[in-house]
Each structure stands twice: as structure tokens, then as C-alpha cells.
């Protein structure tokens, strides 16, 4: 079965950039996304098709995604930043997902 | 977008519990639904998937077999009847609405989830 690794943690300073990595086989060949979830609520989708936002995302969120590697960067993190991060792709009508990053603003 | 997960709470291994979704705020049979779960303090787990019209139904191996996802266009609900359940069917279970309709994009609304655990 397909598999998407993800490191555990990762910190940031406010205002800094904080880039969270997801790899798997080939996951440039699929189109990823990325869940936000912060303590106690339900995951929030922030970015779609390895680079596109929903709207009401804010612009300091962004995707790329080649090779093995997806990344999720964000660029002057804030404190409200703070959140578990999952990657998720389709793999034959599976849907896999990441083990999640926390992200600490520190 | 509204969804709102009802029927979880606790259930012995080996019993059976059914989950449901309400669905508000959009036209539900425009849309793919999913379940996904989340044991506490862990992350997330993909469950099952139904696209509009109940055509094409998807399970996670783990679940495959024993959870049997439906939908009520009429009734904008979708459901999850979970039988022989074990200890490590424990989760919050998120109702979760996909972009599509007759595929899988991406899960664009998320309930706030039900409980279910599953102990002696």
C-alpha cells in the first residue's frame, strides 16, 4: 500500500518560514493536499492540487510538489499557525494520508 | 456548509454502532461524501467513500468487510453502519464532503466528528 512520511515535528519563529515535508513513491506523479487541524477542531483543507488555495487560505500558505517530495511552506508564520499538518493524496481511489507534522511557533 | 455527525458513543467489541451525517448549506447530491477517523491523539485515517449517486463505494482495508457506507440523497444524509467493531475502531469519525461529484478530489468540508469508542 502506498505511504506518506512525514517529519513528526518542526519549529518556527514568528515571522519566519516554516516548510513541512511529505514523501512517498512518485508523489509527483499524484496531486497532493494539505489539512491544517488545530487542537480540539476539525481539519481545515489549505491547499489543493500540490499548489492552489481555497479561498479564504491566506497567500502566506503554498504548495509544491515534485519528484518524492511534496512541501508545505509557510512564509511569515504566525502564532495562530500553530497546528498539526497532514498531506494527503489519492492512490487508486484510496485516500492516504501523512502521519502529520506539528508545527510550533516559537 | 454544515455537516453534522450523530451516533457515536460507546459499543462493545463485537457490536455494531450506525453513524450519521446532516448534511446543510449545499447540494448534497452534487457532491462525493467520505468518512474519516482519527483514534484520539493520532492522526488521521481515511475510512470509506461513496460518490453521488452510490455507484462507486470505496473501503479502507481495515474497515472493509465489517462498515457498509450509504447515503439519503432525499434526506441529505450520508451513514456508516459499523459492525464487529474492535478496540482499534476507537475514533472521532468526521463526516467529510469531497469537491466532486462522481470522484475523489479532495475533502473540502469537514463535520466537527462523533465519538465512537469501542471497550469491554
Known amino acids: 500500500s502506498y505511504e506518506l512520511t512525514q517529519p513528526p515535528s518542526v519549529s518556527v519563529s514568528p515571522g519566519q518560514t516554516a516548510t513541512i515535508t511529505c514523501s512517498g513513491d512518485?508523489?509527483?506523479?499524484?496531486?497532493g493536499c494539505w489539512y491544517q487541524q488545530k487542537p480540539g477542531q476539525s481539519p481545515v483543507l489549505v491547499i489543493y492540487?500540490?499548489?492552489e488555495r481555497p479561498s479564504g487560505i491566506p497567500e502566506r500558505f503554498s504548495g509544491t510538489n515534485s519528484g518524492n517530495t511534496a512541501t508545505l511552506t509557510i512564509s511569515g508564520t504566525q502564532a495562530m499557525d500553530e497546528a498539526d499538518y497532514y498531506c494527503?493524496?489519492?492512490?487508486?481511489?484510496?485516500?492516504?494520508f501523512g502521519g502529520g507534522t506539528k508545527l510550533t511557533v516559537l | 456548509v454544515q455537516l453534522v455527525e450523530s451516533g457515536g458513543g460507546l459499543a462493545q467489541p463485537g457490536g455494531s454502532l450506525r453513524l450519521s451525517c446532516a448534511a446543510s448549506?449545499?447540494?448534497?447530491?452534487?457532491?462525493?461524501m467520505h468518512w474519516v477517523r482519527q483514534p484520539p491523539g493520532k492522526g488521521l485515517e481515511w475510512v470509506s467513500s461513496?460518490?453521488?449517486?452510490?455507484?462507486?463505494?470505496d473501503y479502507a482495508d481495515s474497515v472493509k468487510g465489517r462498515f457498509t457506507i450509504s447515503r439519503d440523497n432525499a434526506k441529505n444524509s450520508l451513514y456508516l453502519q459499523m459492525n464487529r467493531l474492535n478496540t482499534e475502531d476507537t475514533a472521532f469519525y468526521f463526516c467529510?464532503?469531497?469537491?466532486?461529484?462522481?470522484?475523489?478530489?479532495?475533502?473540502?468540508?469537514w463535520g466537527l466528528g462523533t465519538l465512537v469508542t469501542v471497550s469491554s
Open positions: 467529510v464532503r469531497d469537491k466532486s461529484s462522481s470522484g475523489y478530489l479532495r475533502f473540502d468540508s
Open positions: 448549506g449545499f447540494t448534497f447530491d452534487d457532491h462525493a
Open positions: 461513496i460518490t453521488w449517486n452510490s455507484v462507486t463505494i
Open positions: 512518485h508523489l509527483g506523479d499524484k496531486y
Open positions: 492540487q500540490d499548489t
Open positions: 494527503q493524496v489519492w492512490d487508486s481511489s484510496t485516500a492516504v
